[in-house]
């Protein structure tokens, strides 16, 4: 069982930040798909507090380059302990606030480096898991946002 909770929110593209940076060739990619689908299948994962994207940063500069200005986000609390964040070989725990660094300033990760990881009654699964397919068109997405607020999915 997922012990995270989360909220749906549909949020600002220009309040959302990155901690990594991207890798061209998964942005071209990912940037084919959510075109040809028309659609972004899966929502982002940022934190509540900082919105600091913690899984979903290829998403997110596909829709930039695409036009959109809101994406759908789950909101989860980033402080809390049954998230824990690895080196992407998981020999190493990183240090959320580093991360929330990385997310405020120039200097962002290399791409893939941190892995988002949450504590389940099965274990450790990837924060991916509790991204709920939202099928959500472009269209939506490249409305404007409500006056800075952000809008529930749910």
Known sequence: MNTITFRLKL????KLREHEETDPGRLRRILAAIEADCVLKNPLVADYRTLVILDGVHRLNALRLIGCLVAPVCLVNYMSDDI????????TIINKRDVILAGFSDKKFPPRTTWHMIRTDEGLQH???????????????RQNPTMGNMRSLG
């Open 11 to 14: 949020v600002d593209i220009q």
């Open 84 to 91: 824990v964040v690895y080196s992407k070989d998981h020999s």
């Open 127 to 141: 924060i991916s898991s509790i991204e709920i397919p939202v099928n959500l068109p472009l269209a939506i997405c």
